[in-house]
């Protein structure tokens, strides 16, 4: 899915509006290249009514390299686990290339496009992008606020020093690819965020229960795949 772009009907950033935004991407886009700390809550399982207790019995605090080590060190793991949904290491290892290769196609094209200036290695990239932050004009702070949310959200869900996300035999509701969606759980912190590696739209955390949604609904009503094949087909005897 195309990156949403501002349209000249959007209205002018008010000078709050701009501070806050600023400190928004500069807060988000760090842990990207920064060492950070995660502090999550963690919520008891209720074994008699067989769900999670509302409230977090405590917090997780973890100190963790940053996403960009994280998801480079995932591109690595040609062997290892296959928790998490994969049927192979292989497809675990293609989605972290393919998702890092995203990223780097963005930044670039914002580093020279936006900021008119000769891109270099991703992390050079992204750390020269916070460092501009304050001085991009509206148009440009709107549509590194899209971009980023996507970098980070694929950067969580591909990478993971362990665990590969889940991926689930379901069709994305924005493209209807099949078996494109990557889903990661924080099953103790009852977080969550999804991204699709065919169109790139993303699912944050206060999303995620509406791709969840979406998923049980096309598992209770049966993941049509031969609608796509027939599809296919009528294209190649078109063709042909």
């Given at each position: 899915?195309?990156?949403?772009?501002?349209?000249?009907?959007?209205?002018?950033?008010?000078?709050?509006?701009?501070?806050?935004?600023?400190?928004?991407?500069?807060?988000?886009?760090?842990?990207?290249?920064?060492?950070?700390?995660?502090?999550?809550?963690?919520?008891?399982?209720?074994?008699?009514?067989?769900?999670?207790?509302?409230?977090?019995?405590?917090?997780?605090?973890?100190?963790?390299?940053?996403?960009?080590?994280?998801?480079?060190?995932?591109?690595?793991?040609?062997?290892?686990?296959?928790?998490?949904?994969?049927?192979s290491t292989v497809l675990a290892h293609t989605d972290a290339i393919d998702g890092?290769?995203?990223?780097?196609?963005d930044v670039t094209a914002f580093v020279s496009g936006k900021l008119h200036t000769?891109?270099?290695?991703?992390?050079?990239?992204?750390?020269?992008?916070?460092?501009?932050?304050?001085?991009?004009?509206?148009?440009?702070?709107?549509?590194?606020?899209?971009?980023?949310?996507?970098?980070?959200?694929?950067?969580?869900?591909?990478?993971?020093?362990?665990?590969?996300?889940?991926?689930?035999?379901?069709?994305?509701?924005?493209?209807?690819?099949?078996?494109?969606?990557?889903?990661?759980?924080?099953?103790?912190?009852?977080?969550?965020?999804?991204?699709?590696?065919?169109?790139?739209?993303?699912?944050?955390?206060?999303?995620?229960?509406?791709?969840?949604?979406?998923?049980?609904?096309?598992?209770?009503?049966?993941?049509?795949?031969?609608?796509?094949?027939?599809?296919?087909d009528d294209a190649v005897e078109d063709d042909a």
């Amino acid at each position: 899915m195309p990156t949403p772009q501002p349209t000249t009907d959007t209205p002018p950033l008010t000078a709050q509006e701009r501070r806050r935004l600023q400190a928004d991407l500069a807060h988000q886009l760090r842990p990207m290249i920064e060492p950070f700390t995660s502090h999550e809550p963690w919520y008891r399982w209720d074994d008699t009514d067989h769900r999670w207790e509302n409230m977090p019995a405590g917090l997780h605090t973890t100190e963790l390299p940053s996403l960009l080590e994280q998801l480079q060190h995932a591109t690595k793991q040609a062997n290892g686990s296959t928790s998490g949904g994969y049927q192979s290491t292989v497809l675990a290892h293609t989605d972290a290339i393919d998702g890092q290769r995203s990223i780097d196609h963005d930044v670039t094209a914002f580093v020279s496009g936006k900021l008119h200036t000769q891109p270099g290695p991703l992390e050079a990239n992204l750390a020269l992008i916070i460092r501009r932050i304050p001085t991009l004009v509206d148009a440009d702070l709107l549509e590194l606020a899209a971009l980023a949310k996507r970098w980070v959200i694929a950067a969580k869900v591909l990478s993971g020093l362990d665990a590969r996300p889940w991926a689930p035999h379901n069709r994305c509701p924005w493209c209807s690819a099949m078996d494109s969606l990557r889903i990661r759980f924080d099953v103790s912190g009852q977080l969550g965020v999804g991204w699709c590696k065919e169109c790139k739209e993303t699912w944050d955390e206060n999303q995620i229960w509406m791709l969840g949604a979406e998923i049980k609904k096309q598992n209770a009503e049966g993941v049509d795949e031969d609608d796509a094949d027939g599809e296919d087909d009528d294209a190649v005897e078109d063709d042909a």
